[in-house]
């Protein structure tokens, strides 16, 4: 049975930042592709960043390249998101994912993952 736990969301002010975590259990973990995903309220569950396996190869939704970075530590089997220079559209849940193997056409795509988190609020004011 797989399981992910996300941890580190909270209520922060404009450029401040947030560490989220996401603990798994389960086989494998350092095979499997983590991606983050968020849900703002009325909107989509929308991507936000992804990394293999290795920790090799990442990928970044344009809206979050360059604030956000996404690291891994497979002895601990913990996905981390460091989250930078935070907006208020950036409010939302955020939900880790895990998938299969690395691959770069579909990282971006919600039903692509297997496993999914419940999520932890993250609130940015302005």
């Known amino acids: 049975q797989v399981q992910l736990v996300e941890s580190g969301g909270g209520l922060v002010q404009a450029g401040g930042s947030l560490r989220l975590s996401c603990a798994a259990s389960?086989?494998?973990?350092?095979?499997?592709?983590m991606g983050w995903f968020r849900q703002a309220p009325g909107k989509e569950r929308e991507f936000v960043v992804a990394?293999?396996?290795?920790?090799?190869?990442?990928y970044y939704a344009n809206s979050v390249k360059g604030r956000f970075t996404i690291s891994r530590d497979n002895a601990k089997n913990t996905v981390y998101l460091q989250m930078n220079s935070l907006k208020p559209e950036d409010t939302a849940v955020y939900y880790c994912?895990?998938?299969?193997?690395?691959?770069?056409?579909?990282?971006?795509?919600?039903?692509?993952?297997?496993?999914w988190g419940q999520g932890t609020q993250v609130t940015v004011s302005s």
């Open positions: 994912a895990g998938g299969g193997f690395w691959n770069s056409d579909r990282v971006g795509a919600r039903e692509w993952y297997d496993y």
């Open positions: 990394v293999s396996g290795s920790g090799r190869s990442t």
């Open positions: 389960g086989r494998s973990f350092s095979t499997w592709t």
